[in-house]
Nanobody, 123 residues
Framework: QVQLVESGGGLVQAGGSLRLSCAASGRTFSTYAMGWFRQAPGKEREFVAGINWNGGSTYFADSVKGRFTISRDNAKNTVYLQMNSLKPEDTAIYYC????????????????WGQGTQVTVSS
């Protein structure tokens, strides 16, 4: 079992940056690929970024490509989402999730979820 806790959300002006963290419990974290998703009010949960088990491969939604980066530190059981050049349309609750063996963009494929952290970007 993996428990996930996100942190780092907040209110930021357009053009600003935030770094989200997702801390995982359990000794099997390094065997999971990790994804970040977001959900805005009235919208479906959407894939934002993903990273494979050793950080060797990353994936991004077109809407965030070039602005967001994802990384992980398996020694610290943590995955990060660095968000730069934020836009008001990035406003959402951001969730991290764990999956084995490979990243997909379908939230229904993921095994474990965090509780989410709110990101609000003002114009």
């Amino acid at each position: 079992q993996v428990q996930l806790v996100e942190s780092g959300g907040g209110l930021v002006q357009a053009g600003g940056s935030l770094r989200l963290s997702c801390a995982a419990s359990g000794r099997t974290f390094s065997t999971y690929a990790m994804g970040w998703f977001r959900q805005a009010p009235g919208k479906e949960r959407e894939f934002v970024a993903g990273i494979n088990w050793n950080g060797g491969s990353t994936y991004f939604a077109d809407s965030v490509k070039g602005r967001f980066t994802i990384s992980r530190d398996n020694a610290k059981n943590t995955v990060y989402l660095q968000m730069n050049s934020l836009k008001p349309e990035d406003t959402a609750i951001y969730y991290c999730a764990a999956i084995r063996p490979l990243i997909t963009t379908d939230p229904n494929d993921y095994h474990y979820w965090g509780q989410g952290t709110q990101v609000t970007v003002s114009s």
